[in-house]
């Protein structure tokens, strides 16, 4: 199988610019999981989707972000007009078992640079 | 809400010495507990788990980690290092006062010396 797959791995964008990072779920996994990881700092837990379906957003910026789990695609993190404090690495996880009950499986995550 | 201390942030250790890193949890409730690694240019990747029963885990790669629920610690050791051990370490827990999301700590960077 292969495993959870992130892209771009590194994107550069200047202030004010959108930004759109997308993740394909290990295949059968239907719960995905979005984390930032901030320079010298551990990961964030920012939103967890299913299908169609935010499930928890809140560690999500309340502007500005958004994310989405369609039915057919991936699940994508959009970042609207973004600033230099939103360069981080950002993580999808995703796993078979919802809630976190089970294992959580990385991708290789998307380095977000704002210039 | 659940948060997660690990103290130490960067070790550096010569090979074939002992690692222990600490790993601290505020809630007392019910917990699953999570040691990830993540090596250079790598994505994170689990060394163990513990959900319940035997409190001291067994991980891959010579990792082990004990839960000892009155310290609310789950510290990661190894007996001895080697090289390719160097990476981040993330401890992680899950807990039912916290919507069952994975929260993690601010991560350890461990550097092995050859």
Redesign the interface.
């Known amino acids: 199988n292969a495993g959870v797959m992130q892209n771009p791995r590194h994107l550069v964008r200047r202030r004010g610019q959108e930004a759109r990072l997308r993740c394909s779920p290990m295949k059968g996994h239907s719960h995905v999981y979005w984390y930032r990881q901030l320079p010298e700092e551990g990961l964030k837990f920012m939103v967890y989707l299913q299908k169609e379906n935010i499930i928890d957003e809140s560690g999500m910026p309340k502007e500005r972000f958004s994310a989405e789990f369609p039915k057919e695609g991936p699940s994508i993190l959009r970042i609207q007009q973004v600033v230099r404090g939103d360069s981080a690495a950002y993580f999808c996880a995703s796993s078979w078992e919802g809630r976190g009950l089970g294992e959580l499986f990385f991708g290789e995550g998307s380095r977000l640079t704002v210039l | 809400a659940q948060s997660?201390s690990?103290h130490n942030h960067h070790v550096i250790l010569s090979e074939a010495a002992s690692l222990e890193l600490g790993c601290n949890y505020s809630y007392g409730g019910t917990v699953?507990l999570f040691w990830?690694v993540q090596y250079p240019g790598?994505?994170?990747?689990?060394l163990l788990?513990y959900f319940s029963g035997d409190p001291l885990v067994k991980g891959i790669k010579g990792f082990e980690a004990e839960f000892i629920k009155s310290k609310f610690s789950f510290n990661l050791r190894k007996p001895s290092v080697q090289w390719s051990d160097t990476a981040e370490y993330?401890c992680a827990v899950?807990s039912d006062n916290a919507?069952?999301?994975?929260?993690?700590?601010?991560?350890t960077r461990l550097m092995v010396k050859p």
Not at chain 2, 42 to 46: G, I, P, W
């Open positions: 997660v690990q699953n990830y790598q994505h994170l990747q689990l788990k993330f899950i919507g069952n999301m994975l929260t993690f700590g601010g991560g």
